[in-house]
């Protein structure tokens, strides 16, 4: 095929072309996402019950879903949550499963469920995927809001009047304004204030009028009339009869009127009514001011930069058309995915132009080098077609595959040129050495490729989502070496020849000429020399290595991920202490005051959140969420330092903690789970007890000097107790108590009004809002007498666990702690040896040490497997049991000088170092399988063993030294780190530097020894 194509290089030319403009468009239409598009197996069921404790909502409501939702198949774990009003079950399936029809499923269960279940609002499924994270936040904040009038009630007027209208703004107009983009799937919204309808009577005047409580409220709902759909016929035509409700605002349910024993009344004589915000739970702060904030979320189709320019041009409208509200983006997904991106890029660039330069000074001409540097982008266009053919998309995995083939794919074309080259010069014609010098190599060069790829099939054998994950990686090098592969053994010797026909010989560059490569051909003959006579220092090393793996890999930390760089974060806090939402935001404040110095935004959510998805968890009202975004990631240490010091002397009792900002790479990656998890589950005493499993963990604390294990979380409620005795003897029901006291407490919604899209409720109430004014001051009227309510119940308090945590094994409490200076294995045992002596428990441990060393653990018979499949392919092109063996004894010290390395700079044994390593066995041993290859074609010519093992490492240097500053040049851009694209990469790119390094070194030196030893006696038993 050559031959026929040497001559016709313009068809050459305009194929490449057509693949070329191909490419350039595939580029232009291929996704770019900051991860491939995976299935996420999780599964999370809410259950919402206001009126159940944590313990009652487990008992009642989790235990019995619970039971059911563990006999879904695909099922890996399940683990669930409960707190005062509400529960949360989350469901880990195996990766792969069918999780839209799980979805189904577990619905189906729940469905079933309900018959057995207390009267609650049906649990809410939702199914995790890539577009539950926001692209992004909106605050909405006002620009010149003012104060609150002096004297104003604050416990029923908590915002502006001002705020309540940007509060309906927001809800009513941006919200369906934002959603109306084609890129936007919905518009989560908290923060919001509603307005309601408070009613609240004279007690006195009821008391003048002989009226009860329950008879004013049938008054008022006597004016929420709503009539069936009625009918009435008038001749031939028909009419739809509807009838209005008299009461829509407060002025009308003001004008009601009363008919007392023929006297008539307007309920605004006997009551106040008014319109106000109504009590909140939880409330949104940017900047230090109250916000409303809105959750954008993306078509899972839609590209995040259109997305961004849609939002950021309707950003603009909404500041000219309401010039009074401010609007701020934050937490910008986009941003991270551009930055990273353009990262990656940047150092794929900044790799080639390094490879370049060493190929033009290697090389000694400009010609050849240009047709080098030509290759790379000829076969990263071809690659973005393949990759548009067969589904991939452009994200940080596919792009760190490109990254590592960009150093790659200039092998084969320097040892093409290189060969054809020297042929050449040896004293071939021009032609014969193209055709004779590109034959001799396409093999090898295949066989290189080949072994390559082959050690990224068994990443398919990883399991959970990174085996998902790392398929775009392992194809994006695959499709990079094969496209310049393709390009190298069709295009490059077409325009060697078109371009080098018009001269004689070879003739170098003068400038060039001067970086001359002879001088190092002579040293490494004298190197070489000295090996063979010193050839037990070789096997002293390969004997050296063996240990070391062994210690290296005891020693070297293990983690999922390596730590990544970030410039924001998350702050999780839980006061541990029954606090209202007013105090919390005093709290919150304080925590904002500190931060300001450091940060360039920051956004708080306090207690309960009005998403309809879980975006910030599940918040109580003691509880706050705060997000800080800084310059840079030390500001961001400072800052989180100065955080840890303020709590523990303010408030040592406060449990908090502190997370990545929430993009879809953590959602995925993230440790969700502490180093060590000790489950304590009840033996003693039949559930679990708070003062029982403090007493525990002060025994497992004491253990462990130094090490942080959070205080059993507990809550104090103030429990009332009804006095039978004292009810029967006034008369009064539990009927009658629940209806005072729901007035009281202003829970007593009498009726909605619908105003448009909105609804405002009615409620019936007091204007106190203090527990023990409001127990004082209520009275029951029984029998035209007023019975206190104070004499009616006793007031005592009951501590109990905040949360109630339950898996498949029941429930237990989860101990966390953190394995820093400890050996796992030691504390497990001294755990176990404490739960043991107190009796009152037993123990099992989970966390992320197991998940870690599991993953490892297939990463290391991922390692095995690739190199039985190297050996294989090795055995194959050689026709040698033997040769195989030599290749691949130098894997074993460059896998020794790649985890010391790891080591010494302070890395760990991670996915990604791990990955490293075996990508590390399929490109070292390029270099070695051609001078094997060489070595055995000078044999057959007719060299003896040694002469030919020189020869060929004289013939080979160059190559194999170009090929190998190439690859290790291409990922030196990664060191640099500062960001979530070069932190992922940078273990990697430590592993990869030092095995090529070790790598070269040893197929230079060692690998022509071993070889050596091998075929010596078979050379002498011939003579």
Known sequence: MLRRILDRPITVTMALLVVIVLGIVSMRLLPISLIPEVDIPYITVQVSAPDLSAREIDETVVKPLRQQLIQIHSLEDIQSESRDGSGNIRLTFRQGADIDYLFIEVNEKIDRSMGALREIERPKVLKSSATDIPAFYINMTLRNESALPEGTDTSLFPVTEQFTRMSRFASEVAVKRIEQLDEVAMVDISGCVTPEILVIPDQEALRRMGMSESEFESCITSADIRLGSLTIRDGEYRYSVKFQSFASDKEDIGDIYINREGKLYQVKDIARVIEHPAKRSGLVRSEGRDAVTMAVIKQSDAKMADLKRSITGLMDQFEKDYPDVEFEITRDQTELLEYSINNLVSNIIAGVVLACIVIFLFMQDFRSPTLVAFTIPAALVFSMLVFYAIGLTVNIISLSGLVLGVGMMVDNTIVLIDNITARWQRGDPLRRAVLKGTSEVVAPMLSSVLTTCAVFIPLIFVSGIAGAMFYDQAMAVTVVLLTAYVVTVTVVPVYYWWWYRGFSSFRPNPFLEKFSFSRVIGK?????????????????????????????????????????????????????????????????????????????????????????LSHSGDPS??????????????????????????????????????????????????????????????????????????????????????????????????????????????????????????????????????????????????????????????????????????????????????????????????????????????????????????????????????????????????????????????????????????????????????????????????????????????????????????????????????????????????????????????????????????????????????GMVVGTTISLFFVPIVYYEIYKKQENTEK
């Not at 390969?542 to 020693?555: K, Q």
């Not at 930390?557 to 007013?582: A, F, G, Q, R």
Request: aromatic share 8%.
């Open 621 to 994: 009202v003691s509880e706050a969420v705060l997000y800080f975004k800084c310059p840079d990631a030390s500001s961001l240490e400072e800052l989180r330092r100065a955080i840890d010091a303020f709590l523990a002397r303010g408030y040592p009792e406060a449990v908090y903690s502190f997370e990545a900002s929430g993009n879809i790479f953590d959602m995925v990656f993230a440790e969700k789970e502490p180093d060590l998890v000790a489950r304590l589950r009840p033996v003693s005493v039949p559930e679990l007890d708070a003062g029982l499993l403090e007493s525990v963990r002060a025994k497992v604390a004491g253990r462990f000097p130094g090490m942080y294990i959070p205080e059993v979380a507990l809550k104090k409620d103030m429990l009332y107790v009804a006095d039978p005795q004292m009810m029967a003897l006034y008369g009064v029901t539990y009927s009658d108590l629940v209806d005072v006291l729901e007035n009281a407490l202003n829970s007593n919604s009498l009726f909605n009004i619908v105003q448009g899209d909105e609804t405002l409720p009615v409620v019936m109430g007091v204007d106190t809002r203090d527990i023990h004014s409001i127990i004082d001051g209520t009275s029951i009227w029984k029998d035209g007498h007023d019975i206190p309510v104070n004499v009616l119940m006793k007031q005592t308090y009951d501590e109990d666990l905040k949360t109630m945590t339950a898996g498949a094994e029941g429930s237990f409490y989860p101990l966390c702690m953190d394995l820093s200076g400890y050996s796992a294995s030691e504390v497990m045992a001294l755990v176990r040896e404490t739960v043991q002596r107190d009796g009152n428990f037993e123990v099992s441990f989970s966390g992320s040490y197991f998940s870690n060393r599991k993953m490892i653990g297939e990463l290391a018979v991922v390692l095995a497997i690739a190199l039985i499949l190297l050996y294989l392919i090795l055995a194959s092109q050689f026709e040698s049991l033997v040769q195989p063996l030599i290749i691949m004894s130098e894997i074993v010290i460059d896998i020794f000088g790649a985890l010391l390395l790891l080591w010494v700079c302070g890395a760990t044994i991670n996915l990604m170092s791990m990955i490293g390593l075996v990508v590390v066995c399929g490109i070292v041993i390029n270099d070695s399988i051609l001078k094997i290859d060489t070595i055995n074609r000078l044999r057959k010519d007719g060299f003896r063993l040694k002469h030919a093992i020189m020869e060929a490492g004289q013939r080979r240097l160059k190559a194999i030294v170009m090929t190998s500053l190439t690859t290790i040049l291409s990922v030196c851009p990664f060191l640099g780190r500062g960001n979530m694209g070069d932190d992922l990469q940078y273990p990697m790119s430590l592993v990869i530097i030092a």
């Open 524 to 612: 490494y003959e004298s190197g070489l020399m000295w090996v063979f006579r010193h050839r037990w220092a070789g096997w002293g090393l390969f004997a050296a290595s063996i240990a070391g793996i062994a210690v290296c890999f005891i020693c070297i930390p293990k983690e999922k991920l390596p730590e990544i760089t970030y410039t924001d974060m998350i702050m999780k806090v839980d006061w541990n202490d029954h606090l209202s939402l007013e105090q919390n935001t005093e709290r919150v404040k304080d925590i904002e005051s500190l931060a300001q110095g450091h940060v360039t935004q920051f956004t708080s959510m306090v207690g309960m959140q009005q998403f309809v």
